[in-house]
């Protein structure tokens, strides 16, 4: 069973029609007992972090998703909450992953909306990826790089697209609006 986190942040269904679209029977919960038990656990989200953070804190979430030993993946915001504080209302965060999350600098439009390709990939998330393929990112925050970067973007500047630290993985760009790119990275997820 594949638990998807349930913290008032949105586009969380899109995420389970994809996860079953693969074969993969799924659940959006907020309880942490269903968490715990569950095989693989996706932490999505699309909002604000300041406001998540104090949802996943006040609800017992935070030290329930830092304590998985099963594969977790963080989606867009799921990925910034992971890392250690976030501009975006001065929050911290998670601190699974060594990175800072920054406000894009307005040197363009900002949010960085629509399809862009990923670069200097690695780990199981990306067996068998076409390195020239684009996947859909949604964001106006971004993680820079660090020691856990698995795969690069550049909009305005470089940043991390993807993120891994032992069970824990995460995308800024969304696998479930990404095409058969993103079709692919959630199969070897969820096949881990």
Known sequence: MVA??????G?????????????????ITGNIEEIQKA????????????????YLNDNGLSD?????????LGICLGLQLMCLH???GDTECLKIFNAVVKKFPADD???????????????????????????????????GICD???????YI????AAMRKDNFYATQFHPEKSGDAGELILKNFLEL
């Open 157 to 160: 500047l470089p940043f991390s």
């Open 11 to 27: 586009n969380i269904t899109s995420v389970k029609n994809a996860v079953e679209r693969l074969g993969y029977s799924c659940m």
């Open 86 to 88: 976030s501009e975006e």
């Open 148 to 154: 856990q970067t698995t795969a690069k973007c550049n």
């Open 39 to 54: 095989d693989k656990v996706i932490f999505p989200g699309v909002g604000e972090a300041k406001s998540a953070m104090k």
């Open 64 to 72: 329930v998703i830092k304590s998985l030993l099963q594969p977790t």
């Open 109 to 143: 439009i900002v949010p960085h909306l629509g399809w862009n390709n990923i670069y200097n990939v690695s780990g199981p998330l990306f067996d068998g990826f076409n390195k020239d393929e684009a996947v859909y990112f949604l964001h106006s925050y971004y993680a």
């Open 4 to 9: 998807i986190i349930e913290y008032n942040a």
